[in-house]
């Protein structure tokens, strides 16, 4: 894909990186990702969805967004609830997205004897998701194994100005994460950073994720200190505005860009331009491909 494009687009900068190493001669551009501001579609209050699930006006609830799988870290998190929820009265666990035939929570959580701390919602509309998120104190969003993707479920928890949890991984090494075993910000970046999330190691997992769920319920401070750092982050990194800029931006570049000139022992699979359907049809029109509209707009 890489040689055989005039311009390669990616949402992670650390991958751009990766690429502009392995492919000198490629164009490689970061496009940030956008997500929506969820504060401006608040349809619920949080009370109204807190007492929709009979959570306590005084808990601290903690959410996971998204599709419920393994990889969402869910049976180290309930782990680590299971550890400090004698401690912690108030800590709860919201889970909202749709369930995977082959991972059931609230199995878990039975078997560990924390099934009362947990709300399993299940799926909820798009439109209803920004009342989940103000209804939540913190957000996880763990991820292993990984394809290094870059996360929308974490963006948007972002931009709604909540604190965060997340794995720390390589291509999220430039993200300022706070290690509360020692209160160090970490990040790639250079000079010094605020931080606008806790991350937890995949080699101390549990013992991390304990430390932050009773952290971030007891110090009230912490969390709106790194929900407002969430939020900054958003506005600058992940915006549809920014996005939309980006992208126009490599659109442009693409088409300035010359056809790359393919090996010729490629078989015709990867050869192939995706074009073949389109001149087929313009070719029916008696039309070269590609062309120019009229000005009309009119064939």
């Not at 419920?68 to 800590?91: F, N, Y």
């Not at 939020?231 to 996005?243: A, C, I, N, S, V």
Request: glycine share 8%; aromatic share 4%; with cysteine.
């Amino acid at each position: 894909p890489v040689q055989s494009a005039r311009v390669v687009a990616v949402h992670s900068a650390h991958l751009a990186r990766d690429l502009a190493a392995q492919f000198p001669a490629a164009d490689i551009r970061h496009v940030h990702m956008g997500v929506p501001d969820p504060l401006a579609s608040v349809t619920a209050p949080a009370g109204e969805i807190r007492r929709r699930y009979g959570i306590p006006d005084d808990a601290v609830v903690f959410g996971s967004f998204g599709r419920v799988t393994p990889e969402k870290g869910l049976s180290a998190i309930l782990r680590g609830l299971a550890q400090v929820a004698r401690a912690l009265p108030s800590i709860r666990l919201l889970i909202v997205g749709g369930a995977s035939a082959h991972f059931d929570p609230m199995a878990d959580a039975r078997e560990l004897g924390v099934a009362d701390r947990v709300i399993d919602a299940g799926y909820v509309p798009a439109e209803q998701l920004p009342g989940h998120l103000a209804a939540t104190d913190v957000c996880l969003n763990l991820r292993w194994p990984t394809g290094r993707e870059t996360s929308a479920a974490w963006l948007r928890c972002m931009a709604a100005g909540k604190p965060t949890i997340i794995t720390d991984l390589a291509h999220t090494g430039d993200v300022p994460s706070l290690d509360l075993r020692s209160m160090q910000v970490a990040s790639t970046l250079p000079g010094e950073h605020d931080a606008v999330c806790v991350h937890v190691e995949l080699t101390d997992e549990v013992h991390m994720l304990r430390l932050a769920l009773r952290r971030l319920t007891e110090d009230g401070a912490l969390r709106e200190a790194l929900g407002r750092e969430a939020r900054r982050y958003w506005r600058t990194h992940g915006t549809l505005d920014l996005m939309a800029r980006d992208y126009d931006v490599v659109l442009d570049a693409a088409r300035a860009a010359a056809d790359p000139r393919l090996p010729a022992d490629w078989p015709a699979h990867l050869r192939a331009d995706g074009t073949a359907t389109a001149r087929a049809l313009t070719a029916q029109l008696g039309m070269p491909f590609p062309f120019d509209p009229p000005a009309s707009g009119r064939l």
